[in-house]
C-alpha cells in the first residue's frame, strides 16, 4: 500500500542530551486523517517539526508523499499550521494568505482565487481585511488553517488546530476536516482534545516517551477492550455468578465490580450473552441492565500514558491490547 | 523564486509602512533637507537667511565659488555624514533590529521554514529585505536635497546621488552584524545593543586610524611645502646669479631644519599608518564610504569650508609670532592632508569590506541552516 508518510527508527537527541524521539515507526495512508496524541513533552511537536524540516532528525529513514524527509521540494505539496504560530500582526487576514501562499510558490492568479475560496471555508470572508493584530484566537486559528491549505495540499499538518477555538468554531474546523478528507487528502492531526480526534481520525498513533505506543484504527486499538457489561439487581452472590458463567460458557476471565454489581464479559459475541443471561436468570439473579461496552480513545491514551487499564473502566481486569503496533 | 523574493519584498515594505519609525524618520530627513537646503539664499553681497537681514559676506555672494563650495559642504558634512550617515542610520537600525528575530521566533519560523524554499536562500532574502528600508529612506531624502539644490541654486550635484548607493552599502555593513548576533541570540535588543557597540568600535578603529593617517599627511605636506620652498628660493639665486642674503639664509635655514623634522615624524609613524591600514583591512570600513563620496564630489575640507566665513591668516586670528604667508602655507598644508586622507582606494575598501560582510553573512547563514527552531 502507498503511503503518505513512512517513518522508521525517528530519533532526535537536542544537544547530545534530551532524548526527544527514541525511534518513531510511523504510517499514515493516503486520504485518511490520522491523528497523534501524546501527552506534554512525548515528542509530537518534534516529530511534526521534523516532518516539516524545522528541525533535523539525529536519526530519520523514512518518506513522505514518495521523497526522503527534508526534501525541501515536497513541500510544495504540503501545508502545515503549527500549534502558537504567530502571523504579522501588520498584515490583513487576505494579505496572511496572499504572502504565505507566494511562499508556497503559488502563482498570484492561484493566490487570489483560492484566497477568497478558502476565506469562504472557514468563515472569515468579513473579516478578510481586518489586521492580524485585531483577530480573536479562534480567527487566528480560522486563517491559519486556510494559510495552510493556500498551496491546495495533498497532505495537511495541523497541530492542535482546535486550540483557542470555541465549540461552534470546533464544529466547523471538524467539518471542513472531512470536507479535506473527502476531496481525498490526507490529514494529520496533533490534537490534545481527544473526543474531537475520536470524531474525525481514521487512524491514530499514541505517542509516550518519544515512542509510538499504539497505531491503528480506533476499531483495531479498541478490539480487545469491547465487552458486555451486565448489572445486577441485588446479586446474591457476585463472585459465584462470575465463576459459575466463567465455567460454563468458555468465554475467557469474566471481570466484577461489586460496588457497581457489575459483572464484565470479554466477548463480542451475542450469542454468549444469551446463555450468560440465561444461566443468571436460572440462578435467581435478577439482570438490571446490559450494555455493549468499547473503550474511548481516552481510555486508550490513558492505558498507554499509565501503563495499566484504569480511570474509565474500573473493575475491568486486564490491560487493552493495540491493534496494531 | 522570484515570486518568493517579490512577495518578501511586498511584505518587507507592509512592514516598514506599519512601522511609525519609519514615517518619522521619513519626515525627519525631508525637514533636515529643507532646513539646510531651503531656509536661506544668496545675495549679490552674501547670503540671506529667511527673512533676516542678509549677511555680507563676499566668499559667499551669488556668483561666487563660495556658493558651490558652501552647498557642497552642507550635504556631504552635515547631511550626508552627520544626519543619514549618523542619525537616520541608527534609526534605521532600531526599525529593522526586530526583523529578523521577528522572522525566527517560536511561532514564525515554523510556517517560514515550512515553505519549499532552501534555508539559506530565504535567509539571504530577508536579510536583502531589511535593507529596503534604508534604500527607500535615502532615495527620498537625498533625492529631496538633490531636488532643492538644483531647483532653488541651479546647482545639479549629480555626484550626490552617489550617496544613495554608499550609504546603503554603509547600512548592509551595520546588518550583517546585526544578522548575526540576530541568529545567534533571536533577541532584537541584543541585536540593536550589539550592532552599535561593534559600529562603535568600528569607529573608533577608523578615527584612531584616520588620526594617525592625518599625522604622518600633514607631514608629508610639510615635507612638499617646505621642499618647494627650498626650490624656489635656489632657483631665484640661479636666475639672480647671487649669494642668499642674511633674511634669505635665515628662512632656507628654517626651511631645511622643517625639512628634515617632517621627514623623521613621517618616517617615524609610516609603520603606523601601514598597521593601522592592517588593521581596517578587516572590519567592515564605514568611514571610507562618506570619504569616497566627498572626494568624488570635490566637497570642501574643515578648514576650507570654514575658510567661508573667515580668513585664518588674517590679523584676527593668526598668532603674533607667525607670518601671514606661514599661516597660509599652514592652511593649504593641511587642506592637502585632509584630501590625501579621504582620497581612499574606494574599490580594495569595498572590496575588503565585502569580505568581512560576507564571512558575517556565510557564519549567519550557516547557523539559520543548521539550527533547530
Redesign the interface.
Known sequence: MNTTVDLTGVEKI?RGKTHALRGVDLQIHPGEVFGLLGPNGAGKSTLV?IL?????PTKCQGTMLGKPIGD?????K?G?L?E?????T??KGK?VL???G????V??KDRRARSSKLLDLVGMSDSANMKIGRYSKGMKQRIGIA?ALMNDPQFIVLDEPTDGVDPVGRKDIREILLQLKAEGRTVFLNSHLLSELELVCDRVAIMVKGKVRQQGTIDELTKDTRRYEIQLHKPSDLSKASASIQRQLNIGDVGMDQESRTLYLPTTDPAAIQSAIDLLRSSGETIQTIHQHRSSLEDLFMVAVSGVQGGATPGADRPNKGGSQ | MIRVFKAMLIDSLRYLRSRYLFWIVLALSALVAVALFATYSFTPDGIQILWFSPIDNEALAEGSMGKEIFLKGLFNSYFVKIWLGWGAMILALISTASLIPDFISDGAVEINLSKPIRRPTLFLMKFVCGLLFVLLQLTIGIGLAYLIIGVRFDLWLHSSLLAIPLLTLQFLYLYAIAAIISVLTRSTIASLLGTIFLWFIIFLIQFVSNSIQLGYESQVAQVELNQTRIAELESTLAETQREPNTSERVKQGVWETNLEQSEKLADSMYPWVRNAALVELFIPKTGDLQKYLASVSNAPVANEFMGLFMDVSNDEFRPADISKEDMQDANSSETAARKAVRDVSILESILTSLGAVGILLFLATWRFSKRDF
Do not use: E
Open positions: 537536542y517539526k516539516m524540516t524545522v528541525i533535523s525541501k521540494g515536497t513541500l510544495a504540503v502545515y503549527p502558537h504560530h504567530r502571523f504579522p501588520y498584515l494579505q496572499d504572502f504565505f507566494a511562499m508556497a510558490g502563482s498570484k494559510q
